[in-house]
């Protein structure tokens, strides 16, 4: 066995994150890969209408002004660069990237690009060859949606993010890729490890899901928050890897936040299912054969991991139009703040009818704040807060009711019940509802290429 | 015995699951899990989430990591990306469930 050990990093646990969790981990200390995961499901949705309005749109645009910051370094120490970036339009990416290549004038820098897990334009011809595409929670018929689809993309694996990396890139960028395999690819790629040794792609597949929302396993969104050190200078996770997929889970020197056996089961048990039988496109893993151990300040050692066969299927993430939403807000204080708020809603649901159209009692939307929302039933409500935050609204198909709602929210403030006050977030918009449809495919039916090219 | 809420003996972390959310729940000893596998029943966890939580709980366990999950189904209000309602992807469920009150024995807490 090899004594090699690879450092894999999380920098940007979804799109939106810090900038300064991949700067400071290329500077701060040792690392091989950096890998950032930017896709949730509607990202995808909203992707595909910025391409609609801008062909040249359609990918993640903060990871290349994030490169642009960080590649001088990348270079100069190898840092080796994966993200799932490319949304809609990985050939938009790619451009952007060589633009931002040009511009820092550095040359020999190979960039990856893998594609093949947009099926949108594929669906009809699809469905003719035998794909149902029927939703995987409600086992509903696709046909409901069929006419609204605003994207779909395939989950694809680690495999062809590892051919990229094996023919020289130093940058990779997917679309729709799993989140854990842009920690696996580079791992395949580094021990040459095959893709039916499952119990290695299932270890790599728990490094992925520790790492995938960045700061979630070094101390943030942690019960004990009083015990996480320098939360402004908490350190991004890092993985140290064995050839044998035994890993450690910890982060550079001298930065903030903590790595112990509590904030990695934390985030070990983010967003899980069923544990036996975390389902992923290269394999399945079993959350139950996990053995952790403290191993020095900031160390937590991770082995006996098992995995199993993938099933022949992928994933598809599918979104389509499902009508609008608007929230607005108000203030209102006491006394009788709570009673005020209510009637303040219940003007303005009035208020919307007398236009002509009402909003039915089924799509109308109010919640109060202060009065325990967030543990309604768990937590008791004080008998009369001070002060609440009304926040309502409602879903429609019909932007142009939604938009009278919004209108009619400000005039509350001069005719309505007294105390009221905090409009300064302006006047609410109705924004668009996406829909998530979660499907399977057929793996014969995907394909995904692989092209690498040298600026 | 002893009443004390979920928070003295456990910490806890949730997410969304389509329109529903995942609740993991760890103890802080491996007694303490032991306590927690008899007590936090699915039927009680459903009851403390009875306004919040309109499907079914499944609940599984993670004897490695002295852990359990739940999962809460219909309890977002219509699905992470439909909903309206403030806590849109089940953040706070997790600290939801650690105000639950149970009785400890004295000795699990020592």
Request: charged share 25%; glycine share 10%; net charge negative.
């Amino acid at each position: 066995m090899s004594d090699k050990t690879v450092l894999i990093a999380n920098g940007q646990g979804f799109w939106g994150d810090s900038l300064l969790g991949p700067k400071r981990l290329v500077e701060e200390g040792p690392l091989d890969y950096l890998t950032l995961d930017y896709l949730a499901e509607v990202t995808m949705s909203i992707m595909q209408k910025q391409r609609l309005r801008n062909p040249e749109a359609g990918y993640a645009t903060d990871f290349v002004s994030m490169l642009k910051e960080i590649l001088p370094t990348c270079q100069q120490k190898g840092i080796k660069v994966i993200a799932n970036a490319g949304g809609v339009n990985p050939q938009g990416c790619l451009k952007a990237i060589k633009a931002v290549v040009k511009e820092l004038g550095l040359t020999g820098i190979k960039i990856g690009i893998v594609e093949g897990d947009d099926i949108l334009d594929q669906i009809p011809e699809l469905i003719k060859s035998g794909e149902a595409f029927n939703n995987l929670d409600t086992g509903e018929s696709v046909d409901k949606i069929l006419d609204r689809l605003s994207s779909a993309n395939v989950y694809i694996g680690a495999k062809p993010i590892a051919d990229a990396l094996d023919q020289g890139a130093d940058i990779v960028v997917t679309g729709r890729a799993t989140d854990p395999s842009v920690v696996l690819a580079p791992l395949i790629h580094e021990f040459g490890w095959s893709m039916d040794d499952y119990d290695r792609l299932a270890a790599g597949t728990v490094m992925g899901h520790i790492l995938e929302c960045g700061a979630q396993c070094t101390g943030g969104n942690y019960c004990d928050w009083k015990s996480v050190p320098d939360f402004a200078r908490i350190g991004y996770p890092i993985v140290e890897v064995k050839e044998d997929g035994t890993f450690t889970v910890t982060k550079h020197d001298n930065t903030g936040g903590l790595v112990n056996i509590d904030t990695v089961t934390s985030q070990l048990l983010y967003e899980l299912g069923d544990p036996k039988g975390y389902l992923g496109p290269d394999c399945q893993t079993d959350f139950t054969t996990i053995q952790l151990a403290q191993d020095g300040e900031n160390r937590v050692k991770v082995w006996g991991i098992k995995g199993s066969a993938p099933t022949p299927t992928y994933k598809v993430s599918m979104s389509y139009e499902n009508g609008y939403k608007i929230v607005g807000q108000l203030t209102y204080t006491g006394p009788d703040a709570v009673a005020k708020a209510e009637l303040a809603a219940q003007i303005l649901f009035d208020r919307v009818a007398l236009y002509g159209t009402p909003i039915p009692e089924e799509d109308r939307f109010v919640e109060i704040f202060g009065t325990n929302v967030c543990y309604k039933g768990i937590v008791k409500q004080s008998e009369e807060p001070a002060e609440v935050l009304l926040r309502v609204g409602a879903k429609s198909a019909d932007k142009n009711l939604l938009n009278l709602l919004g209108r009619e929210v400000a005039p509350l403030i001069t005719s309505g019940p007294v105390g009221v006050t905090g409009f300064a977030a302006g006047r609410p918009r109705p924004t668009e509802i996406v829909g998530y449809w979660p499907a399977l495919i057929d793996k014969t039916k995907v394909t995904t290429t692989v092209t690498v090219e040298e600026v | 015995m002893a009443k004390v809420k979920l928070m003295d003996i456990a910490i806890a972390r949730s997410g969304d699951k389509g329109d529903g959310s995942n609740v993991g729940i760890k103890a802080r000893t491996p007694e303490l899990y032991q306590f927690l596998k008899e007590t936090l029943t699915t039927e009680k966890v459903k009851q403390h989430f009875s306004e919040i939580c309109f499907g079914d709980v499944t609940r599984y366990e993670l004897d490695n990591l002295n852990a359990l999950n739940f999962i809460l189904e219909d309890s977002l209000g219509g699905g992470g990306t439909e909903t309206l309602i403030m806590d849109a992807q089940g953040k706070v469920h997790s600290l939801a469930l650690l105000f639950m009150e149970v009785d400890v024995p004295d000795h699990l807490l020592a």
